[in-house]
């Protein structure tokens, strides 16, 4: 039931400047002549706007070192400017903290020394990284963990790089060479809002995946309920790639995984399921749990109006199970038109008016009963989904009894209220009856 049109949010992504197949790769500057590598440097120290808290090139003597990139950026101007923004460069780290060479000098020959480690091959990149980031004794001030390198060696990329496949995502690729920002920065790859994209540089690239065996996850996530979430309503906390395949151990769920995946999200959903005969089932013929049902990248919302269809997906359309179903949907659909009228009642009396404010609040708490039918459909039990959808029904009756015996009270007070003006009326024309025949008489 997946939605062949991407969330407007999602559109604005897809136009934004993705480009399927093109992937972050930071190419070493050609060696150039001097006095145009000054030149460079002047034009792109002007051309790029300073960041609030973070350095600005402008005005200053290309040739002077500075604190993180030494004189590198004499001839490396365009690298100087994204590592002078990057976190790196914040925390000390300096061009040769990786490269190695000499960075206090602009003669190639000792700048270029023999402790000089060019552009670093790809299959290399994860264990330079790792350097720092698996050292306890670097990252203990940092307070990050030092196990990511060794989740990566077990993710689906480490696995294909270390058996030479090395298309696979590296450390760069997400979180940039010299450019590298903290993840709460709203420009950093892998800001929150920034990961689908930075996934989808290869999960988006069909020459990439097709070979692979890998469809377009990239787009079907586009379509689902969690980027309209995340894009279109702004939540966050909405799911990307990472919240479902985690981040440097990246692999796809396995069979008997992908509840307790979803269920940290639908909490209440995973343990309905649990305690129905779905999970044991699914497992014992290893159709993964949840997906099977909503999918996995292009999850739609959940309608539910789906209990009377879903069964039939697995089967047949007139077995205990499909009736099961339409059972299902008769005692929630029941309790929503329940609710629906109490509604529509409520409106009828605000037009009177007749005070509704503790109707209105009452119907939440209808609608919150049946908003929790839906997660014990979990457990396919119809005595579990009915317990919630009497509730509901229960409260949206008692609402509509109310306010039926006030229009009633207001009816019953409308027809007293006019027998008195009557009768106050009749009163007035026989007095004045009397009146006008007492003055005759005399």
């Known amino acids: 039931m997946s939605s062949d049109r991407p969330a407007s949010g999602a559109r604005r992504l897809l136009a934004d400047g993705f480009v399927p197949g093109f992937r972050l790769r930071l190419r070493p500057a ?42 590198c950026g004499v001839c490396h101007p365009a690298e100087r400017v994204q590592f002078e923004q990057s976190r790196h460069a914040q925390e000390d780290v300096h061009c040769t903290s990786c490269h190695g060479g000499n960075d206090r000098t602009i003669d190639f ?49 480490g696995m294909r790089l270390a058996k030479g496949d090395t298309r696979v995502a590296v450390c760069s690729d997400c979180h940039g060479a010299h450019d590298i920002l903290p993840s709460a920065d709203p420009v950093s790859r892998v800001y929150v809002l920034n990961i689908p994209r930075t996934c989808g540089q290869c999960h988006g690239d069909t020459t990439l995946m097709k070979p692979r065996g890998v469809p ?25 790639c990472v919240s479902c395949h985690g981040v440097h151990g990246a692999a796809p769920p396995a069979t008997g995984d992908v509840d307790k995946v979803c269920g940290q999200c639908h909490t209440a959903e995973r343990r309905f399921f649990a305690a129905g005969p779905h999970r ?9 749990e949840c ?21 039939t997906a697995c ?6 199970q499909a009736e099961l179903g339409r059972k299902l949907w008769t005692e929630y659909s029941t309790a ?41 459909a979990h457990a396919v039990d119809q005595e579990m989904v009915a317990g919630f959808a009497a509730r509901a029904r229960s409260v949206g009756a008692e609402v509509e009894s109310e306010i039926y015996k006030k229009l009633g009270n207001l009816r019953v007070y409308k027809f007293v209220l ?8 009749l009163t007035v024309l026989v007095l004045r009856r009397n009146w006008n025949r007492g003055a005759r008489a005399e």
Request: proline content about 7%.
């Open 109 to 157: 020959k000792l700048a270029h020394g023999s402790s000089f480690k060019s552009r670093p091959a790809r299959q290399d990149i994860p264990k330079l990284c790792a350097s720092c980031h698996a050292s306890q004794a670097v990252m203990r001030a940092y307070n990050l963990p030092v196990d990511q390198y060794a989740l990566y060696q077990i993710s689906g990329h």
């Open 30 to 71: 050609p060696g150039a002549h001097r006095a145009l590598a000054l030149v460079l440097l002047l034009v792109t120290a002007t051309a790029a706007p300073a960041q609030p808290g973070r350095p600005a090139l402008a005005g200053r003597d290309p040739q002077a070192p500075s604190a993180a990139a030494g004189r």
């Open 291 to 311: 997906v099977s049902c909503h999918s996995d990248h292009a999850t739609p919302a959940a309608k539910p109006e789906r209990l009377a269809s879903s069964c």
């Open 315 to 320: 089967h047949a359309k007139n077995s205990k």
């Open 418 to 425: 006019i027998l008195f003006w009557f009768y106050l009326l």
């Open 216 to 240: 377009d996850v990239f787009r079907q996530y586009l379509s689902s309920v969690h980027a309209h979430a995340l894009f279109d309503q702004g939540n966050l906390r909405a799911p990307t």
């Open 280 to 288: 044991d089932a699914m497992t014992k013929v290893k159709l993964p």
């Open 336 to 376: 929503a038109a329940e609710i629906d009228k109490a509604v529509a009642l409520t409106e009828k009396a605000e037009a009177v008016p007749i005070q509704a404010e503790d109707y209105r609040a009452r119907i939440e708490e209808a609608r919150t009963y049946l908003r929790e039918a839906m997660p014990a």
